[in-house]
């Protein structure tokens, strides 16, 4: 399975595509440069992304730029549109809804082969380039990928 995440923000959205399990970091993106990537997703199983859920708190311009923004998104793509969302990435990765991002990115480090799995420039590891907004990026689209396959029984159908 061919997807690209997306953990969107207000101006910057972190993007990483994941190819049948390889991890391509792309970047924290300025979301116009995000918006142009999106529409060209004809190769791509599905554009994933963080959607924002209400947790009864007042929230501020930045939120309601950021929901716009992922509207765009969806309009654009030319590939599937998913939205998932924080507690379904909690409940993924941690089994809890009061995992931080700390112990989801953990989780993802363990998932890839454990300390190693960053590595450095002399020897990568298979996270290696995954940094900022990517890593929530990354869990968005494994949590996708691990819906995707509970769904068809187990079986990657890609």
């Not at 991890?23 to 999106?38: A, F, K, M, S």
């Not at 730029?65 to 993924?92: L, P, Y």
Request: glycine content about 12%.
């Amino acid at each position: 399975m061919k997807v690209l995440a997306i953990d969107p923000g207000t101006y910057k959205s972190g993007v990483v595509e994941i190819n049948h399990g390889k991890v391509i970091p792309i970047g924290d993106l300025p979301n116009e440069e995000v918006l142009r990537l999106v529409g060209c997703t004809d190769g791509y199983d599905a554009v994933v992304c963080e959607w924002i859920e209400s947790y009864g708190m007042a929230v501020g311009k930045e939120v309601f730029e950021t929901v716009f923004f992922i509207g765009r998104m969806c309009q654009a793509s030319s590939a599937h549109f998913h939205r998932t969302t924080r507690k379904e990435v909690k409940i993924n990765f941690c089994n809890t809804h009061k995992a931080t991002d700390s112990n989801i990115r953990t989780a993802t480090i363990d998932r890839y082969g454990g300390a190693s799995a960053v590595g450095k420039k002399s020897s990568p590891g298979p996270l290696f380039g995954v940094t900022g907004h990517m890593w929530q990026a990354l869990a968005v689209g494994l949590t996708y990928i691990d819906q995707q396959k509970e769904e068809s029984g187990g079986h990657d159908s890609h």
